[in-house]
């Protein structure tokens, strides 16, 4: 074999790779990710639709990065405090996540199942590790990911005021949903 087929031989073999790579890696940019909060004083509720999710098939890591200032609520003083008193948004800018699937076979096979996901959530400048249950559906066309979860506001180092501390519930459950449109 001549060298100039040899050099085409091996770029072919590279850009192969490179693409199967590049499939393997699926990533939904309008994520959703909602949070509640049931207290005396009020029941407090924020969304967020532009969470950027990322699941790499075969190996089965997953990574979540959020916007703090991304989330919308009812009230727009709602969304001051939490930005400014609360979560300290232009500090903390982001709420990340990175972690594994226990069973990522299971994202090759076409159903419904359900697995942990193990890793590590940093809000609040705070990294703390988590395990969450998710709902998986894997279709030909996507593959959709649900999770419901509580974080304990304190586990962040989520100051609050003495003055409301006894009416704003000490954790929040968080749901979050992602569609994964397979690049195949």
Not at 37 to 61: H, R, Y
Not at 76 to 102: C, R, V, W
Not at 139 to 152: A, D, P, Q, R
């Amino acid at each position: 074999m001549n060298m100039k087929k040899l050099l085409l031989l091996s770029m072919a073999i590279v850009l192969a790779q490179s693409s199967a790579k590049a499939q393997s890696r699926l990533i939904d940019r309008s994520g959703t990710v909602r949070f509640y909060s049931s207290a005396p004083m009020e029941d407090i509720e924020a969304t967020n639709n532009s969470a950027l999710g990322i699941v790499e098939i075969p190996s089965g890591k997953a990574a979540v990065s959020i916007l703090i200032k991304g989330f919308k609520f009812e009230k727009a003083l709602m969304q001051e405090h939490f930005n400014e008193n609360y979560m300290e948004s232009d500090k903390y800018p982001k709420a990340t996540f990175s972690g594994q699937i226990a069973d990522p076979s299971m994202l090759t096979k076409l159903g419904s199942f359900q697995t942990e996901i193990q890793g590590q959530m940093t809000l609040h400048g705070v990294a703390k590790d988590l395990t969450m249950l998710c709902q998986f559906n894997v279709s030909e066309k996507e593959i959709t990911v649900k999770s419901i979860f509580n974080l304990v506001v304190a586990d962040y180092d989520i100051e609050i005021p003495k003055l409301v501390r006894n009416n704003i519930a000490k954790e929040v459950e968080v749901t979050a949903n992602f569609k994964f449109q397979r690049n195949d």
